[in-house]
C-alpha cells in the first residue's frame, strides 16, 4: 500500500493557487456593488450645485473685500 492515492494532487495544487481566496472575490464584489450604488443615488440626485463653474483665467480681487467671487449672496469675507 505504498500507492499514493490522490495522484493527480500536483495539478489540483497549482489550480487551487491559481484562484484568489473566497474572501477576495466577496470583497472585490462588494466594492463594486457599492460604488455602483454610490454612481446610480449620485446621478440621481443631480448636480450638488448647479450654479457652481469652474476657477477662470479672469483676474478678480485677490484680497479680503477685494470684490465679489462669484460666491453665495449674502455672505461677507473675513468676519463681517
Known amino acids: 500500500m505504498t500507492e499514493?492515492?490522490?495522484?493527480?494532487r500536483g495539478a489540483d495544487v497549482?489550480?487551487?493557487?491559481?484562484?484568489?481566496p473566497p474572501a477576495l472575490c466577496g470583497f472585490l464584489l462588494l466594492?463594486?456593488?457599492v460604488f455602483a450604488v454610490s454612481y446610480a443615488v449620485g446621478s440621481a440626485a443631480g448636480p450638488v450645485?448647479?450654479?457652481m463653474?469652474?476657477?477662470g483665467a479672469g483676474g478678480g480681487g485677490g484680497g479680503v473685500g477685494g470684490g465679489?467671487?462669484?460666491?453665495?449672496?449674502g455672505m461677507?469675507?473675513?468676519g463681517e
Do not use: E, K
Not at 497549482?14 to 484568489?20: H, V
Open 4 to 8: 499514493s492515492r490522490h495522484p493527480s
Open 14 to 20: 497549482g489550480a487551487r493557487r491559481m484562484t484568489p
Open 31 to 33: 466594492l463594486a456593488l
Open 49 to 51: 450645485a448647479p450654479g
Open 53 to 55: 463653474h469652474g476657477t
Open 68 to 73: 465679489d467671487t462669484g460666491g453665495m449672496p
Open 76 to 78: 461677507h469675507g473675513g
